[in-house]
């Protein structure tokens, strides 16, 4: 059996095996189509189009209508996304209703938060387009990686997936203990998120972060292609897409969170 598993829980094996698994019997009573790369590149791009649309729409409110306009759409696209990044997560068959509204979500999320950094730093007389330059960077990122990954100059292995899982695992157990710690009045790991923290162990974390959800997308592009050597059910690359969205909204925003601490020195 092909080992699949990822740093991103919406790419697993239990996910796309036991779907590739269910759909093979039904096969035997009916011809279905199967899960391809170019299926899962349109619908990935498809997903990150809406997340950029909404995010403008979330910038252009912050802008031209003010903070109080923006935020409700900010928190609103925080808290459905967090639903329907968990729903989906756990309830992958749903994928194909839910990627593009998770990314909407995300986008007003990512909108939001942006602008707010943006204005804190032209408010300080730095330079302004962080924005821009966090997401042509997330880019650049995911074109680097998926060329390391088709030219197998950096290969999947068992140790390498491991060592990302763990360290992926590692970093949610550090934002978790940043956030309870906050809501007790312990500011210890919490700082270390503050986008104007411009202290070197500060930066230092900040780009280890973004050095692991840059290697996370190695796994995300290892799951989608054992998904097509499966044979998974064409729904499946919506699963894809949500996936390797999941993966580029926590890169794009720790890149943001990075540029900021380096432009607040």
Request: charged share 10%; proline share 3%.
């Amino acid at each position: 059996m092909l080992q699949m598993q990822s740093s991103n829980p919406a790419l697993n094996e239990g996910h796309f095996g036991h779907l590739a698994r269910d759909l093979a019997r039904e096969q035997q009573q009916e011809q279905y189509e199967v899960m391809t790369v170019a299926g899962t590149v349109n619908k990935t791009a498809m997903a990150l189009v809406v997340c950029i649309v909404s995010a403008g729409f979330v910038w252009f409110q912050f802008f031209n209508a003010g903070m109080g306009a923006a935020i409700p759409w900010m928190i609103g696209g925080a808290l459905v996304g967090l639903v329907l990044g968990l729903a989906t997560a756990f309830v992958p068959k749903i994928a194909p209703f839910t990627t593009l509204p998770y990314a909407a979500a995300e986008g007003f999320f990512l909108g939001g938060v942006s602008a707010v950094v943006e204005s804190q730093i032209t408010a300080q007389g730095a330079p302004g387009g962080i924005a821009i330059q966090a997401f042509a960077c997330t880019m650049g990122v995911f074109a680097v990686m998926l060329t390391l990954f088709l030219t197998r100059i950096i290969k999947v292995t068992e140790k390498l997936r491991a060592g990302i899982v763990a360290a992926v695992g590692g970093v949610m157990i550090f934002y978790v203990v940043a956030i309870v710690g906050q809501l007790f009045g312990w500011t210890g790991a919490s700082q270390f998120l503050d986008f104007q923290n411009g202290g070197l162990l500060s930066i230092g974390i900040s780009v280890v972060i973004v050095a692991i959800a840059s290697f996370s997308l190695l796994l995300d592009f290892d799951m989608i292609e054992k998904g097509v050597q499966m044979q998974a059910p064409k729904k499946m690359e919506w699963y894809g897409a949500f996936g390797l969205m999941v993966t580029l909204v926590w890169l794009y925003l720790e890149i943001l969170r990075l540029l900021a601490k380096l432009r607040s020195r």
